[in-house]
């Protein structure tokens, strides 16, 4: 898959294929464990082609560009939240069975927002 904007959206999967995300499990999260044991969110699903094809990685929402929005938008609500940001995260350079991809722009938006609308209902 082809990503629109590198900043609000990364791929990731396992490259030989055989585990992934499906039709339905758009919003769904991407949680890392950090090497300070800590599980951190670092993406929602937004879409993908297939199921778990190898050399067909899934796109996923970047949390940590929404983090000032979801603190705002939750206020104070979570008081022990740790973001991709503050735990240090960087999925290109993280050691991790997940393997990140870098892609090219996409020449449409496809769900691009869709886990952000699944959130705002949530949080209604």
Known sequence: PLLYNRQLQFCAGVSGG?????????????????TSNQWVLVGLTSYGIGCARAAYPVVYTRVAYYQDWIRTTTSGVYTNATSSLSANIDPYSSNTSIKFFRSQPL??????????????????
């Open 107 to 124: 020449t449409h938006l496809l769900f691009l927002f869709f886990p952000l609308l699944l959130i705002k209902i949530y949080l209604s």
């Open 18 to 34: 055989g585990k992934d995300t499906c039709q339905g499990d758009s919003g769904g999260p991407l949680m890392m464990f950090t």
